[in-house]
């Protein structure tokens, strides 16, 4: 069992141990000690330099492992092939399109899709790319020109970066349509009824959508700022959006006012 120098989070802190890694297990020692199967692991993710598993036996205990990205790549290697999760061989594109656009030198790899409860992994000998689950958008059976021929394929859309990013994925149809199914069903928690907006919340948030800021949303649908701001009120209750700018409506105090006019005298005298 080799041996590398991590972090893991234990009662709050983070504390730096020695994890112990096989082809089969990762091997945490005290004061954790605890020696964990990748069969038990039920979901991985990633958020920057820390990997977040969790571990299913009789009770359900996350652990969060911080380190290198040359560790942490091998720990996801090993963990996305043998841990609790749904497993495809398949071909993938991810990203092919980002903001509309198709990303340059796209290219098919060939690897495995792996589905757990908090994202969707696309992995090749050289890829592992996380699609988080609350970041897709839409999911689709579709065609797409693979080695000139129209192809059975899915599609999911979803958010990269602030962006609207879309990846493909390739396999026998009768693989494919299992795969839609499976992924249709754990992404479902997404899906709304589509009648939480009305006509002019929705043409606000297409607006949102193409990049439109507040000032000109408002000057494009005739609607003052309080409309819109209860209308954003809608949408982020929704969790259809988030906050990325506060905007400030201010009025000058007196020594502002005070302050403006005396310049005003000195710029005309």
Wanted: charged share 25%.
């Amino acid at each position: 069992m080799k041996e590398v120098p991590v972090k893991i989070q234990h009662n709050n802190e983070w504390i730096v141990v020695k994890l112990g890694i096989a082809d089969d297990r990762i091997s945490i020692p005290e004061p954790i000690n605890k020696e964990i199967l990748f069969r038990t692991i039920t979901d991985i993710a990633e958020k920057k330099n820390v990997l977040i598993i969790t571990v299913k036996t009789d009770t359900e205990t996350v652990y969060k492992i911080l380190s290198v990205e040359k560790v942490l790549q091998v720990l996801k290697k090993l963990i996305l092939a043998s841990c609790n999760a749904y497993r495809l061989m398949a071909y993938f594109m991810s990203p092919a399109i980002r903001g509309g656009v198709m990303v340059k030198d796209a290219q098919w790899d060939k690897g495995s899709v792996v589905v757990v409860s908090s994202g969707i992994w696309f992995v090749s000998a050289t890829k592992q790319i996380c699609v988080p689950v609350n970041d897709v958008a839409a999911i689709e059976l579709t065609k797409r020109d693979v080695q000139g021929k129209p192809t059975d394929v899915i599609r999911i859309d979803h958010l990269d970066s602030g962006e609207v990013s879309s990846s493909f994925v390739l396999c026998p149809l009768s693989t494919l349509q299992v795969l839609y199914n499976y992924l249709r069903d754990t992404t479902k928690g997404m899906d709304m009824k589509g009648t939480e907006l009305d006509s002019i919340d929705q043409q606000v948030a297409m607006l949102v959508y193409s990049g439109m800021d507040s000032h000109a949303i408002e000057n494009m649908l005739n609607i003052p700022q309080k409309q819109l701001d209860a209308i954003y009120d809608k949408i982020l209750k929704l969790g259809l959006g988030e906050v990325v700018t506060m905007r400030r409506e201010i009025q000058l105090t007196t020594k502002g006012v005070r302050y403006i006019s005396d310049a005003t005298k000195s710029q005309t005298n």
